[in-house]
């Protein structure tokens, strides 16, 4: 157990649903990050929040959007996704703000298994 | 541009076996690098991380990685793999932007 954790573990939408994913961590970190990983592909940075604000995005597309009300939660909304998008999403977080964690240990969820149908 | 090549997609050792796997990353700069470890429906997992310093690092899990710069490469070792280690292995590289930047990953299965 990391202290991230993340709901649902799988996800199964049509493209033209909306649906969230959601990440907690309980560990007092004030960075929280996306990531996707799709089949034999590298793991993609998608967005970073520091402090709850927003610091980057990795030219993601739009139908993905991200939301942290508070530094222990981060939420993806979903919403008009294509199949392409069918992928492995993970939350990290880490204790130092960073642009992406270059040299910050992080600490990672389980994932939501995403299916676009 | 920062980049992390795993060449072996697939490995495959009996348990007890040694093991190594590769890592090549390009990068004008001293890098921060990183190896982690994904088990099956489950996150990822830090092993261990080289900053500075001395070049052979100890991880966790009985894990060890070599930095070796004339050769760009951080190979992570194990010199007996127990049939729980089979999972995916991710080598990484934090960049001048930021980013941490992954390899492809690869897959170990371990053979009784």
């Known amino acids: 157990e990391t202290g991230v954790t993340q709901t649902p573990r799988h996800l199964v939408m049509g493209m033209t649903n909306k649906k969230s994913l959601k990440c907690e961590q309980h560990?007092?970190?004030?960075?929280m990050y996306w990531y996707k990983q799709s089949a034999k592909k590298p793991l993609e940075l998608m967005f970073v929040y520091n402090f709850k604000e927003q610091t980057e995005n990795n030219s993601v597309p739009s139908r993905f959007s991200p939301e942290c009300p508070n530094s222990s939660h981060l939420f993806l909304h979903l919403h008009t996704l294509q199949p392409e998008d069918s992928a492995l999403y993970l939350c990290?977080?880490?204790?130092?703000?960073?642009?992406?964690?270059?040299?910050?240990?992080?600490?990672f969820g389980s994932g939501t298994q995403l299916s676009v149908l | 541009a920062q980049s992390v090549t795993q060449p072996d997609i697939h490995i495959t050792v009996s348990e007890g076996a040694s093991l190594e796997l590769r890592c090549n990353y390009s990068y004008g700069a001293t890098p921060y690098l990183f190896w982690y470890v994904q088990s099956p429906g489950q996150g990822l997992q830090l092993l261990l991380k080289?900053?500075?310093?001395?070049?052979l690092v100890q991880g966790i899990k009985g894990f060890e990685a070599e930095f070796k710069r004339s050769q760009s490469s951080f190979n992570l070792r194990k010199p007996s793999v127990h049939w729980s280690d089979a999972a995916e292995y991710f080598c990484a590289v934090g960049s001048n932007t930021g980013k941490l930047i992954f390899g492809q990953g690869t897959t170990l299965q371990v053979k009784p």
């Open positions: 560990l007092g970190h004030n960075a």
């Open positions: 990290a977080s880490s204790q130092e703000p960073g642009t992406g964690a270059s040299n910050e240990k992080l600490f």
């Open positions: 080289y900053f500075s310093g001395d070049t």
